[in-house]
T-cell receptor, first 110, second 113 residues
Framework: EDQVTQSPEALRLQEGESSSLNCSYTVSGLRGLFWYRQDPGKGPEFLFT???AGEEKEKERLKATLTKKESFLHITAPKPEDSATYLC???????????FGKGTRLSVIA | SQTIHQWPATLVQPVGSPLSLECTVEGTSNPNLYWYRQAAGRGLQLLFYSVGIGQISSEVPQNLSASRPQDRQFILSSKKLLLSDSGFYLCAWSLAGGADTQYFGPGTRLTVL
């Protein structure tokens, strides 16, 4: 059973059409939730870390929020350069490794 | 600032051949280091992680091995590659202590023929 589930698997948006990506997790004792952006053929690029329910972080057109069971990555008025795969990961605690979801592939069409 | 390097960027190897991928980190000391493999439709799979020189933890049994001969150097190896070893290999680092963000390198695309 997957501990981290991202939805949708793929999302196609028109430029300027705002939307949200979801990351739900079943683990308890969350010690951090991480969002990354990955362009084709490149390593993931860090975006945000969230640690507690109710926390929000913003960067340009992106805003990440966290509840007790899920996180949302809101994309406001996206541009074609926002097209990428967005990965979510959780850390359970201590020196435990991150557990990654399979990602959401976002395409923004001009 | 910290930077992470991986080489080679791409590699095509025959089945049964050996493998050595290298990762180095600059600008930090005693980092945690990680090797991941990313296959299409399967997400990131943690292979190995290390909290110090000579300390390697394996997450998935396979024909791969890892070594950390120096503080900021992490090597992924295999004696005999399998077709199933093809994929995108990523190295990452984080600050010691484990609670911090992981930062990824540019990756190595390995194709085993």
């Amino acid at each position: 059973e997957d501990q981290v589930t991202q939805s949708p698997e793929a999302l196609r948006l028109q430029e300027g059409e705002s939307s949200s990506l979801n990351c739900s997790y079943t683990v308890s004792g969350l010690r951090g939730l991480f969002w990354y952006r990955q362009d084709p053929g490149k390593g993931p690029e860090f975006l945000f870390t969230l640690y507690s329910a109710g926390e929000e972080k913003e960067k340009e057109r992106l805003k990440a929020t966290l509840t007790k069971k899920e996180s949302f990555l809101h994309i406001t008025a996206p541009k074609p350069e926002d097209s990428a795969t967005y990965l979510c990961a959780v850390r359970l605690g201590g020196n435990t490794p991150l557990v990654f979801g399979k990602g959401t592939r976002l395409s923004v069409i001009a | 600032s910290q930077t992470i390097h991986q080489w080679p960027a791409t590699l095509v190897q025959p089945v049964g051949s050996p493998l050595s991928l290298e990762c180095t980190v600059e600008g930090t000391s005693n980092p945690n280091l990680y090797w991941y493999r990313q296959a299409a439709g399967r997400g990131l799979q943690l292979l190995f992680y290390s909290v110090g020189i000579g300390q390697i933890s394996s997450e998935v049994p396979q024909n791969l091995s890892a070594s950390r001969p120096q503080d900021r150097q992490f090597i992924l190896s295999s004696k005999k590659l399998l077709l199933s070893d093809s994929g995108f290999y990523l190295c990452a680092w984080s600050l010691a202590g484990g609670a911090d963000t992981q930062y990824f390198g540019p990756g190595t695309r390995l194709t085993v023929l």
